[in-house]
């Protein structure tokens, strides 16, 4: 498999150092996150005052605002961008939304506390005076304008002090050292370490790490399964997951390994547009978060499988057989035709090659030959022949 | 039909048997009266089910008493009371302020099936065949044994005749079982002259869809001259009152155009004619046939026959053959159409006074068409429709048809103006239409045929047959309505829209003061003024462009149509949104209220 031989990687000091330095780097970026919520709200009430129109200017996140580049291989947001205006009756109320986060955020960093999501939408949420509207219907609402809010001024979501929801496990032949506390990865029992969803230096630090290299699976099931197996024992890996399409946290987390510690990052992923597209976003980056993938992506992370040939390949019943369905089908489609997959022979063939077999497959299908099959012969028999997608 | 059966059995019965004389056979068969055909085939009539049989002779009693009103010249004044007297039977009592029917004519008209001044001339009328008002004393007789009962003054002076009469259905004639003159029954008639017909029947009282209710409601709409008071058997008055002051015009009688004619009515009318020469004998008969059209048909005919006709041809002379000819020549001329001032329209104004009155919405509009022709027969279409208000806005629209003023309830589907309001296109007036089906709103549709003769599907009369011209005359009044409705939604929703968007301003700007105030200190109070004073300017630029864009004006337009009413809607609206105190009043423009006083001054006047 990998070229890199195992040489024992010893974290550097300043990372160490940076546990205490961390209070300190992050009270300066809170100052300057605070100054940024402060210019947005002054140009509104300049504006206002003056008589103009207040507008907020925000880059779009859509397809059309984001572009491969080819160079990085990652995806990038584009330079348009798009007015938010007050005096628009389809944007008065996100005008307004934006602002109550706003106000929100300024006040979580001035009390040095962070919450949730959800705990965001709570803090925004109270009724219009004087009408029976809320401010917020639900958290998906608050959680869109917190996205709109971190390209607009530039800031990230740890910056504003707010979290994601925990998703994700990891194990293995590392020790990281979260928020000062040392954790030993190869010894978290079943359950696995809980990834957190900020994963920044400031937090997170890590401290000696053996392995070769990091197995991502798609889910929880089959991360069991190669746990109980002590696969990453065996193989000198780390083995993490995602819970499907893989949150903040755990991208931030792979990338920063791999960056830093210089090992390589592996796929295994259900061989359905739904795990391909996840594979996209672990190596290139994702189209709503087009911003964060300098942070995040990881271009150089390789797709094991399952690969549509293994249903011949590793001599399946039918009985794994999903049928695709029509949305799976125009998805497959879509996602051939993303430039980051256009230029990639092997991908074409590889999503040709499913869309005639008119089937998909979960990984948990190698099931069917042995418990073990997945663990102990399938994995092992790819990362040997050296044999993945890219 | 029993006849040939009947005849078929004895012939079964010759062969096997070996010889049966003739006049055996002859014993067999026997004449069948029009009564006692009927008496088997009531659903041809409508006396189908105890429910629908209640409804058809309150209908053909109405229909019967309305006609008679505006004939004599009076306005209608209609009482109908259905007394309950056990689980299926009731008493059904209809008096009018007619002119009363004299004695002699008594038998005739309630004893006779087919007897009836409406068969035989080409006037626009609600009855047409002489059927109804009989058939109803027939089913009565049949069905609870009890005779009917009669009471009629024609003449102030004179006190009203009581007559109870029974039908004998094999000889087609009433028999008459108990008569006097009763000047006790005056009471009845307060303005001199009228009927009342009581009528014993089995039936089945039930309200809703195709009920008694429904056919009187519709019959005020259509009849907006008529005072009908309603009685129902849980003894509750509902009054229809009168919208209109004035009878309608009186529909002139005319002569039958030549191509309306079917080649057997034609050989009738030349055995029956009293003309001598042929020429005479179109000229007399028929509209719109003068000396020179005459003799043009005959010549034409002369072509196609192998005997000489000529305009001085003996009537008497012509046989089969020559009228079959005569027939041919007339399909192939060309005939002017038929007049049309027979024609009397409910007309657009009274249309919308009658669904003013018994339809809570808050648009009307009504178009009517000019007359045409279908067949030979003259007739004109009107259209009202009625939306909003309190219409049931998740349900298909209503239809509610007409022919000649008198409801027509069953039997939608089948009908020809059902079909032409699911082939108009409501999709482009802003309602949604589900495929091949009826739109689907708060919208109630209103189709009155006028017509010397109505083209119904069956005796019953419950739906217009689809003639093309029907049809296409149909879709034209309902596209004329549909455009005035288009209008007025769009404008509607131009006004919420501008409404709304004040409010939205309004409503945030608060919220985004306080906000500032938090983040940057602004001061709250003088930023939201500021921003006030913005959101108001830019609803006005919003309104003014407007106005450039000529909506508001095509919206005036709409207003000074004579043939649209508009009501206050802004309760309705309000209640939909459940934002009350949102909208700033002055976003509906005082042209509306104005609209309001017009339509109450229409109701007066028209």
Known sequence: MAKKKTTRKTVRKTKKKSTVRGGVVSKQRDKETIGKIESLASSVAKSGLAQREPKIEIPIRSVNNMKYNPKKRILEMGSSTQQRELFNAGQARKFMQMLLVSKGCKELIQAEKTLSLRGMYYMALHTIEGTSEKTFNEQSESDTILEDLEVSIDGLREELHVFAKKRGTMVGNITVIDNGDEIDCRRMGTGGYAIPSICEPSVIQFKNCDADFILHVEKDTVWSRFNEDRFWETHNCILTEGSGQPPRGVRRLLHRMHKELGIPVYCLLDCDPWGHYIYSVIKQGSINLAFESQRMAIPDAKFIGIRAEDYDRCKLTSDVKIALNDRDITRAKQIMDYPWFAEKRPWKKEIKTMLGNGFKMEVESLITKDISYVSEVYVPQRLKDGDFLD | ?606
């Open chain 2, 1 to 606: 039909m029993a006849t040939t059966t009947r005849k078929k059995k004895t012939a079964k019965k010759a062969t096997s048997s070996g010889k049966v004389s003739a006049e055996t056979l002859a014993k067999g068969q026997r004449e069948i009266s029009v009564s006692e055909f009927f008496a088997k085939n009531r659903h041809l009539l409508g006396f189908d089910n105890p429910r629908k049989a209640l409804l058809t002779a309150v209908k053909e009693a109405v229909d019967n008493a309305l006609d008679a009103c505006e004939e004599a010249g009076i306005l209608p004044e209609i009482h109908i009371r259905l007394l309950q007297k056990d689980e299926s039977r009731f008493k059904l009592t209809i008096r009018d302020n007619g002119p009363g029917i004299i004695r002699a004519q008594i038998e005739s008209i309630f004893g006779k099936l087919l007897y009836g001044s409406k068969f035989h001339r080409m006037k626009m009328s609600r009855g047409q065949q002489g059927i109804g008002i009989s058939a109803a004393g027939m089913y009565g007789l049949m069905t609870t044994g009890k005779p009917v009962h009669i009471i009629s003054k024609t003449s102030r002076r004179k006190p009203p005749h009581d007559v109870v009469l029974k039908i004998d259905t094999s000889k087609n004639r009433a028999e008459v079982v108990k008569e006097k003159e009763d000047p006790k029954s005056d009471s009845l008639f307060p303005g001199g002259t009228g009927t009342q017909v009581v009528i014993e029947l089995e039936g089945r009282y039930q309200k809703g869809r195709q009920s008694i209710d429904e056919y009187l409601e519709q019959t005020a709409i259509a009849n907006p001259h008529a005072q009908i008071t309603w009685v129902t058997p849980t003894n509750e008055t509902i009054e229809f009152p009168r919208a209109v002051d004035e009878l309608p015009d009186e529909a002139k009688e005319i002569k039958p155009h030549p191509k309306g004619i079917e080649l057997g009515t034609l050989i009738q009318m030349l055995e029956r004619t009293e003309s001598k020469s042929l020429s005479a004998f179109l000229q007399d008969e028929f509209s719109r046939v003068g000396q020179r059209k005459a003799s043009d048909l005959a010549k034409m005919a002369d072509k196609l026959s192998t005997k000489t006709i000529t305009p001085r041809s003996r009537v008497s002379q012509l046989g089969h053959a020559e009228a079959e000819c005569l027939y041919k020549a007339i399909q192939e001329a060309s005939i002017m159409a038929p007049p049309t001032d027979c024609l009397v329209p409910i007309g657009s104004r009274a249309l919308l006074a009658g669904l003013l009155k018994e339809v809570q919405a808050e648009f009307f509009a009504a178009a009517t068409r000019p007359p045409t022709v279908y067949r030979g027969n003259p007739f004109q279409m009107e259209v009202a429709i009625a939306f909003g208000g309190n219409l049931s806005s998740e349900e298909s629209s209503r239809i509610l048809r007409f022919a000649n003023r008198v409801p027509l309830l069953y039997q939608q589907s089948a009908c020809s103006s059902f079909k032409a309001v699911v082939e108009t296109s409501w999709k482009n007036y802003g309602l949604t239409q589900p495929r091949n089906s009826l739109p689907v709103g708060p919208l109630v549709v209103l189709v009155h045929m006028a017509s010397v003769w109505v083209p119904f599907t069956s005796e019953s009369k419950e739906a217009i047959a689809d003639y093309d011209e029907i049809r296409k005359e149909m879709k034209l009044a309902l596209q004329e309505c549909g455009r005035k409705l288009g209008t007025y939604l769009r404008r509607r929703k131009q006004m919420k829209k501008q409404s709304e968007r004040r409010g939205i301003f309004e409503r945030y700007i608060g919220e985004i003061s306080s906000s500032c105030h938090a983040i940057v200190g602004t001061d709250p109070k003088k930023l939201y003024d500021a921003l006030l004073k913005q959101a108001a300017r830019k609803t006005k630029e919003a309104d003014q462009k407007l106005d450039l864009d000529g909506k508001i004006v095509s919206a005036q337009k709409l207003e000074q149509d004579d043939d649209v009413i508009i009501l206050e809607e802004r309760q309705v609206a309000v209640h939909e949104d459940g934002e009350e105190g949102l909208f700033d009043n002055d976003a509906v423009p005082s042209a509306r209220k104005k609209t309001r006083k017009k339509s109450k001054k229409k109701k007066k006047s028209s």
